[in-house]
């Protein structure tokens, strides 16, 4: 019975968040979109309203109209990003949510666990961010392309490790089915449970989830006292069992097992009825999963998108409104000719790209699996709009 409310009550929240969030798509692309376009607005009519390039003071110095409204532009993008990124984090089921990652304790469990463990991955790479940005200032690069490169150096290997992570977690996610049906199969032939474990651990291939049940195998067969005692020590090996597999399917799952078998519920009941609802449990979430990678596409589509109007503007705009405001200083023309200079409108247009960049990856990556992926969508977007200014001779 708790399976399947828990089976309803997700199937709510799938259904309440999926509303939301194709709300939150549509307003999260209007909202990366229009500061580029209102950047290219503030460009032009830099020509014909001469008094958005004139100096203003401000606490950090003094700037121009225009300028603020660029920097500004990015400000407001990267904010909108945190913000779709929170609130996308908030809404997704909680079956979906990524799990949450802590340092192993001791500074050889850490090491050994960066292929495995995306915080120890970024506790090691952000020295190696540090270095390349210093590399990266010596070389003389501006301080924009400083930053933007020794995040990328930092979030691209910790988001890769995190895919791997997750890959291996939905490898152990898969396997427990098969685990259930195996141990419910032994169950009802009338062994004890330890010994079903046993005999499952020794005969059945469960390829990622192999050396959990290994290990929970052998933590039952510790002891022989009976009652309370054994049921505590059930309990308990369960309990490491779940730490061990680490994924919320295994969570829900097992803590199924152990609510029913410390109610006094026979065990070979709570195994064939839980064959079901597990099954049901894994098609929801993955479910859920393709639904949340639409809002992936959406994200990458945006950027994409944003990449293509900045890199078209520059290559052919920028260059056609330089020439004449220069044509125009010699003629009864009422254009100011230095409004428009195209290295400084391609380093603004530039800067509010990679601010779009970001801010995609982050709501992308949070889509998918959450904040640490966040670092390899933005990570990877940041290096693809720097190749393609680059590529195109715009920074």
Same mark, same amino acid.
Not at 153 to 174: E, F, N
């Given at each position: 019975?708790?399976?399947?409310?828990?089976?309803?009550? &997700?199937?709510?929240?799938?259904?309440?968040?999926?509303?939301?969030?194709?709300?939150?798509?549509?307003?999260?692309?209007?909202?990366?979109?229009?500061? +580029?376009?209102?950047?290219?607005?503030?460009?032009?009519?830099?020509?014909?309203?001469?008094?958005?390039?004139?100096?203003?003071?401000?606490?950090?110095?003094?700037?121009?109209? !225009?300028?603020?409204?660029?920097?500004?532009?990015?400000?407001?993008?990267?904010?909108?990003?945190?913000?779709?990124?929170?609130?996308?984090?908030?809404?997704?089921? =909680?079956?979906?949510?990524?799990?949450?990652?802590?340092?192993?304790?001791?500074?050889?469990?850490?090491?050994?666990?960066?292929?495995?463990?995306?915080?120890?991955?970024?506790? /090691?790479?952000?020295?190696?961010?540090?270095?390349?940005?210093?590399?990266?200032?010596?070389?003389?690069?501006?301080?924009?392309?400083?930053?933007?490169?020794?995040?990328?150096?930092?979030?691209?290997?910790?988001?890769?490790?995190?895919?791997?992570?997750? !890959?291996?977690?939905?490898?152990?996610? =898969?396997?427990? &089915?098969?685990?259930?049906?195996?141990?419910? %199969?032994?169950?009802?032939?009338?062994?004890?449970?330890?010994?079903?474990?046993?005999?499952?651990? $020794?005969?059945?291939?469960?390829? /990622?989830?192999?050396?959990?049940? @290994?290990?929970?195998?052998?933590?039952?067969?510790? %002891?022989?006292?009976?009652?309370?005692?054994?049921?505590?020590?059930?309990?308990?090996?369960?309990? @490491?069992?779940?730490?061990?597999?680490?994924?919320?399917?295994?969570?829900?799952?097992?803590?199924?097992?152990?609510?029913? #078998?410390?109610?006094?519920?026979?065990?070979? $009941?709570?195994?064939?009825?839980?064959?079901?609802?597990?099954? @049901? #449990?894994?098609?929801?979430?993955?479910?859920?999963?393709?639904?949340?990678?639409?809002?992936?596409?959406?994200?990458?589509?945006?950027?994409?998108?944003?990449?293509?109007?900045?890199?078209?503007?520059?290559?052919?705009?920028?260059?056609?409104?330089?020439?004449?405001?220069?044509?125009?200083?010699?003629?009864?023309?009422?254009?100011?000719?230095?409004?428009?200079?195209?290295? =400084?409108? &391609?380093?603004?247009?530039?800067?509010?790209? &990679? +601010?779009?960049?970001?801010?995609?990856?982050?709501?992308? %990556?949070?889509?998918?699996?959450?904040?640490?992926?966040?670092?390899?969508?933005?990570?990877?977007?940041?290096?693809?709009?720097?190749?393609?200014?680059?590529?195109?001779?715009?920074?």
């Amino acid at each position: 019975m708790e399976g399947r409310l828990l089976s309803h009550e &997700q199937s709510r929240q799938h259904e309440r968040a999926t509303g939301y969030l194709e709300l939150l798509a549509e307003l999260f692309v209007v909202l990366l979109v229009l500061p +580029a376009l209102v950047v290219l607005i503030v460009t032009v009519m830099g020509i014909l309203a001469p008094g958005l390039s004139e100096p203003v003071a401000t606490p950090l110095g003094e700037t121009t109209v !225009r300028a603020i409204v660029v920097y500004g532009s990015a400000a407001f993008v990267m904010a909108a990003g945190l913000l779709a990124a929170f609130v996308v984090a908030t809404l997704r089921p =909680r079956n979906t949510a990524a799990p949450s990652y802590s340092l192993p304790d001791g500074p050889v469990a850490i090491l050994t666990s960066i292929p495995s463990n995306p915080a120890s991955a970024l506790l /090691a790479c952000a020295p190696l961010g540090a270095v390349v940005a210093a590399g990266l200032w010596s070389l003389g690069y501006r301080p924009v392309n400083v930053a933007l490169l020794s995040y990328a150096t930092v979030g691209v290997p910790v988001g890769v490790v995190t895919v791997r992570r997750a !890959r291996a977690d939905d490898a152990k996610d =898969r396997e427990i &089915q098969d685990f259930v049906h195996a141990v419910a %199969g032994h169950v009802a032939l009338g062994r004890p449970f330890p010994e079903a474990v046993r005999r499952v651990a $020794d005969d059945v291939e469960l390829g /990622a989830l192999a050396s959990d049940v @290994q290990s929970l195998a052998f933590t039952l067969s510790l %002891g022989d006292s009976p009652g309370d005692a054994a049921a505590d020590r059930r309990a308990a090996a369960l309990d @490491q069992f779940v730490d061990r597999v680490g994924t919320p399917m295994a969570e829900q799952t097992i803590g199924l097992v152990v609510g029913a #078998l410390d109610t006094g519920s026979d065990a070979e $009941d709570v195994f064939e009825t839980l064959q079901t609802e597990i099954g @049901q #449990l894994y098609h929801l979430r993955k479910s859920i999963r393709s639904a949340l990678l639409v809002y992936v596409a959406v994200g990458w589509t945006t950027a994409l998108l944003v990449i293509g109007i900045t890199v078209a503007v520059n290559v052919s705009v920028l260059d056609s409104f330089a020439q004449l405001s220069a044509v125009s200083g010699g003629a009864n023309i009422a254009f100011d000719p230095t409004a428009i200079k195209p290295a =400084r409108e &391609q380093h603004r247009f530039y800067v509010v790209t &990679q +601010a779009t960049m970001l801010a995609c990856g982050w709501f992308a %990556g949070t889509a998918s699996r959450g904040v640490y992926e966040a670092l390899l969508h933005s990570s990877g977007l940041v290096l693809v709009a720097y190749v393609v200014f680059a590529g195109a001779g715009l920074i």
